[in-house]
């Protein structure tokens, strides 16, 4: 069965650092999200994008994050200056609407900011 | 978003015990998700299930999207069975999905 996948699983940066994630979706998936989970929280909704531009972002998701589909299968998360409170588990997830609306979650990519 | 309640927060159960765990949400729902943490912190989708219900092994759900709750049935339970397990929600006309607070889950042998 397709999955999503995410790259790399666990990174470790400092404070002040720009990172970019890295997610595989889906193929002829059309909807794209990302997700965070703070340890010890819930997941939290940050965008999605489709037919390549945010279609919603969260409040969460300030001047620092950006994302973009750079070459038709990638679809990447950047944080340009990297805060300790960025420190999370960051989850891609992909939709496509053949089969309702179920959405497939990548494995994450953990984040620590030092 | 819409708001989405899953109760009880926590559960201890003796292997090969069962359990009910519970997920209301606030609205007319497009999709309806289960989710088991495993300790990798991957979230293994358990169950998209908007409405009706629907049988994977030992684990079952239902949706009663006209009362607006869903169920996860755990049957005898096991030591693996262990972790959190989370209830998502997307709103009718949304497309992003709202998570629970997680009900977490310790089956001890």
Same mark, same amino acid.
């Given at each position: 069965?397709?999955?999503?996948?995410?790259?790399? $699983?666990?990174?470790?940066?400092?404070?002040?650092?720009?990172?970019?994630?890295?997610?595989?979706?889906?193929? %002829?998936?059309?909807?794209?999200?990302?997700?965070?989970?703070?340890?010890?929280?819930?997941?939290?909704? =940050?965008?999605?994008?489709?037919? %390549?531009?945010? @279609?919603?972002?969260?409040?969460?998701?300030?001047?620092?994050?950006?994302?973009?589909?750079?070459?038709?299968?990638?679809?990447?998360?950047?944080?340009?200056?990297?805060?300790?409170?960025? @420190?999370?588990?960051?989850?891609?997830?992909?939709?496509?609407? =053949?089969?309702?609306?179920?959405?497939?979650?990548?494995?994450?990519?953990?984040?620590?900011?030092? | 978003?819409?708001?989405?309640?899953?109760?009880?927060?926590?559960?201890?159960?003796?292997? !090969?015990? %069962?359990?009910? =765990?519970?997920?209301?949400?606030?609205? @007319?729902?497009?999709?309806?998700?289960?989710?088991?943490?495993?300790?990798? !912190?991957?979230?293994?989708?358990?169950?998209?299930?908007?409405?009706?219900?629907?049988?994977? !092994?030992?684990?079952?759900?239902?949706?009663?999207?006209?009362?607006?709750? $869903?169920?996860?049935?755990?049957?005898?339970?096991?030591?693996?069975? @262990?972790?959190?397990?989370?209830?998502?929600?997307?709103?009718? %006309?949304?497309?992003?999905?709202?998570?629970?607070? !997680?009900?977490?889950?310790?089956?001890?042998?």
């Amino acid at each position: 069965e397709p999955e999503v996948t995410q790259t790399p $699983s666990h990174q470790v940066t400092q404070m002040g650092q720009e990172v970019i994630l890295r997610c595989v979706p889906i193929s %002829n998936h059309l909807y794209f999200y990302w997700y965070r989970q703070i340890l010890g929280q819930k997941v939290e909704f =940050l965008v999605s994008f489709y037919n %390549n531009e945010i @279609s919603e972002k969260s409040e969460i998701f300030d001047d620092q994050f950006s994302v973009e589909r750079p070459d038709g299968s990638n679809f990447t998360l950047k944080i340009r200056s990297t805060k300790l409170e960025d @420190s999370a588990m960051y989850f891609c997830a992909t939709l496509g609407t =053949l089969r309702g609306y179920e959405q497939y979650f990548g494995p994450g990519t953990r984040l620590t900011v030092t | 978003g819409i708001q989405v309640e899953q109760s009880p927060p926590d559960l201890i159960l003796q292997e !090969g015990a %069962n359990s009910t =765990l519970r997920c209301n949400f606030s609205d @007319s729902v497009n999709n309806l998700q289960w989710f088991h943490q495993n300790p990798w !912190g991957q979230l293994i989708n358990l169950f998209y299930i908007p409405s009706g219900t629907k049988q994977n !092994g030992r684990l079952s759900a239902t949706t009663v999207a006209t009362e607006r709750y $869903s169920l996860l049935y755990i049957s005898s339970s096991q030591t693996t069975d @262990s972790g959190v397990y989370f209830c998502a929600a997307v709103r009718s %006309n949304d497309y992003k999905l709202s998570f629970g607070a !997680g009900t977490t889950v310790t089956v001890r042998a």
